[in-house]
């Protein structure tokens, strides 16, 4: 056999392969296994290798171009076209596939004696063959697909093609013959469920929060609540956080206290994992509060308040005055002290804390800016615009598993929580 590289030739003048296999990682794998979410979005590396020749056997070089033409993934057990939720790609999308961290899944049944420690294949004991030429397919799969081995194909044209799969039929000789037969079974791992736990939280979905900036100059101030998701007990690395799944449009809450709440009003705000930036302030279609001025589903005003009772019992008291001071702050004491005022919920947060003070790549932070002297919510026109009690967030981790929060915030008792 003349051992000469073809290297004039091209797809059109492969007549026969002299090694063909997909594999994982070693070129020596029979029927390997590979882990995946099936979650739509991450994709696991599949490698196919092949030795291309003529009919008298002398290598072909083919360029990456030719064999990205001829090279697709086909079922192991049928030789059928990818289909039940699966699809493949040459090109690599940006989330993490970190095989340790998807949960191992439970084989067919009846494929015990496959998997990736099964024996190697008679060219083992003497090494891979020598110019192998390789290209790498990123497997994906939707939930509710089903466990599935996957083989390849390599068609010259219609008329001739050979498979892995030993069921494969037309010229592909090789692989009912066994010479080629290989596999790797995807095994697949639904998209997890994270409880309020995971996140972090109390069982009762209450978020401990942290005040940052500065908190005592001003009637406002700011709680950071640092959402720190685990999977299987690992910090689970994060994308993005968003109002709809996989985006990152705004979300949020604004909510009134009660009349002897410390907290008088919140608003929400929130940033993207390992972000310093705030987004979210403020969530339409509130635009501004009017401090000092009386709510229009609220019978009471905050800061002073006089209250004046007559007494005719005897004559010996004519009155009783209380004086009832709302709130832990006096309006006075900040620079924005005066009633009746316009306030940006952007131009408050700059002005006690900045920015996001516990930003974390792995990390979501919902902060959420306090005031104690009462307040009304203003659309853009200056409309009143009632409070929004909770919002929906979606967490896209590095994997692409979509994870779904509800988020409300009780001003009364002081508590964010999460379900």
Avoid at 241 to 263: N, R
Avoid at 306 to 330: I, L, P
Wanted: some cysteine.
């Amino acid at each position: 056999m003349n051992t000469r590289p073809y290297a004039t030739a091209s797809l059109a003048d492969v007549k026969q392969l002299t090694y063909f296999r997909i594999y994982k990682t070693n070129p020596n794998e029979e029927h390997g296994t590979i882990k995946l979410f099936s979650n739509g979005n991450q994709q696991c590396p599949i490698t196919v290798g092949l030795i291309a020749a003529d009919a008298d056997a002398n290598p072909i070089t083919l360029t990456q171009a030719e064999i990205k033409q001829a090279v697709t993934l086909i079922f192991y057990d049928d030789a059928a076209e990818l289909g039940d939720g699966y699809a493949a790609s040459f090109t690599a999308n940006d989330f993490e596939w970190t095989e340790s961290a998807i949960p191992a899944e439970s084989q067919r049944p009846g494929d015990a004696t496959r998997g990736s420690n099964a024996a190697p294949d008679q060219d083992s004991a003497h090494g891979s063959p020598q110019a192998i030429q390789t290209t790498t397919l990123y497997v994906s799969a939707i939930p509710g697909s089903s466990v599935r081995s996957l083989a390849a194909r390599f068609e010259v044209n219609p008329d001739l093609y050979f498979t892995t799969s030993p069921v494969a039929s037309g010229t592909a000789r090789q692989a009912r013959d066994g010479d080629f037969d290989s596999s790797v079974e995807v095994l697949l791992a639904e998209p997890p469920f994270l409880s309020a736990t995971d996140f972090g939280a109390a069982s009762s979905g209450v978020v401990t929060g942290k005040k940052v900036g500065d908190t005592t100059a001003y009637f406002y101030w700011a709680t950071e609540y640092y959402l720190n998701p685990k999977l299987n007990g690992r910090a689970l690395p994060l994308r993005s956080v968003g109002a709809s799944k996989g985006k990152t449009d705004a979300f949020g809450f604004y909510v009134y206290g009660d009349f002897f709440a410390s907290v008088q009003w919140g608003i929400s705000y929130f940033s993207q994992p390992g972000k310093t930036v705030a987004s979210g302030l403020p969530m339409a279609p509130l635009s501004w509060i009017d401090v000092g001025s009386q709510r229009s589903n609220a019978g009471h005003r905050a800061g002073a308040a006089t209250v004046t009772t007559s007494v005719r019992a005897d004559g010996d008291v004519d009155s009783v005055t209380t004086t009832v001071r709302m709130g832990g702050r006096d309006a006075a004491r900040g620079r924005h002290g005066s009633p009746q005022t316009k306030y940006l919920p952007k131009d408050m947060f700059d002005e006690c804390v900045g920015s996001i003070q516990g930003a974390n790549a792995n990390r979501v932070v919902i902060g959420i800016l306090k005031g104690n002297i009462e307040a009304a919510f203003k659309n853009t026109s200056g409309g009143t615009t009632p409070e929004v009690s909770s919002t929906t967030m979606h967490i896209m981790d590095a994997y692409g598993n979509d994870h779904v929060l509800s988020l409300s915030y009780d001003a009364y008792a002081d508590e964010f929580m999460i379900s």
